[in-house]
T-cell receptor, first 115, second 114 residues
Framework: AQSVTQLGSHVSVSEGALVLLRCNYSSSVPPYLFWYVQYPNQGLQLLLKYTSAATLVKGINGFEAEFKKSETSFHLTKPSAHMSDAAEYFCAVSDGDNYGQNFVFGPGTRLSVLP | DTGVSQNPRHKITKRGQNVTFRCDPISEHNRLYWYRQTLGQGPEFLTYFQNEAQLEKSRLLSDRFSAERPKGSFSTLEIQRTEQGDSAMYLC????????????FGSGTRLTVV
């Protein structure tokens, strides 16, 4: 069964600073990996996804993530934080069948951006 | 297509009452999922449909919960005899049946049981 850990339930950065949100996964098969963002009282919006193509994945709003098999990681980065990036971020893993209990979300990391 | 639509956005109900939520998925998506999200947690899987067939249910889905997707389009989630512990955001998502594409989520229905 898949699982996801996100180190740091809350991360604070200054506006313009590097954003790094950590995600580690476990999966018995080559995984598909996703990052979602959730703004207050909203649903989840897909930021980017890794589906066994390029290991460096670029997403929306300037975010990118790198799949590192040896480290079982899929950390999310953005070179320069903007105030509008303040939100909750969720990493998710699936085994490719992409359904039901095989699609697992991490507990989330809340990103605060300080002026 | 305007994405996944959920109604109502907010629902406040008294303990013991029944509530029903509706989800309209993206029209070409044949899979539909229900998740529950409590404060500070990631979404937890409840159930999913492929077309009108309910293919999987989580152990979180007690017998007070029932979901339907009668014509393979919209879905409803009903909670009977609500309890305070049912207070959460209920998220609906849809996807194509082929793997690896991720889900498209609706904005959710926030349930508060008082």
């Amino acid at each position: 069964a898949q699982s996801v850990t996100q180190l740091g339930s809350h991360v604070s950065v200054s506006e313009g600073a590097l954003v790094l949100l950590r995600c580690n996964y476990s999966s018995s098969v080559p995984p598909y990996l996703f990052w979602y963002v959730q703004y207050p009282n909203q649903g989840l919006q897909l930021l980017l996804k890794y589906t066994s193509a390029a290991t460096l994945v670029k997403g929306i709003n300037g975010f990118e993530a790198e799949f590192k098999k040896s480290e079982t990681s899929f950390h999310l980065t953005k070179p320069s934080a903007h105030m509008s990036d303040a939100a909750e971020y969720f990493c998710a893993v699936s085994d490719g069948d992409n359904y039901g209990q095989n699609f697992v979300f991490g507990p989330g990391t809340r990103l605060s951006v300080l002026p | 297509d305007t994405g996944v639509s959920q109604n109502p956005r907010h629902k406040i109900t008294k303990r013991g009452q029944n509530v029903t939520f509706r989800c309209d998925p993206i029209s070409e998506h044949n899979r539909l999922y229900w998740y529950r999200q409590t404060l500070g947690q990631g979404p937890e899987f409840l159930t999913y449909f492929q077309n009108e067939a309910q293919l999987e249910k989580s152990r979180l889905l007690s017998d007070r919960f029932s979901a339907e997707r009668p014509k393979g389009s919209f879905s409803t989630l009903e909670i009977q005899r609500t309890e305070q512990g049912d207070s959460a955001m209920y998220l609906c998502a849809s996807s194509l049946a082929t793997g690896g594409y991720g889900y498209t989520f609706g904005s959710g229905t926030r349930l508060t049981v008082v």
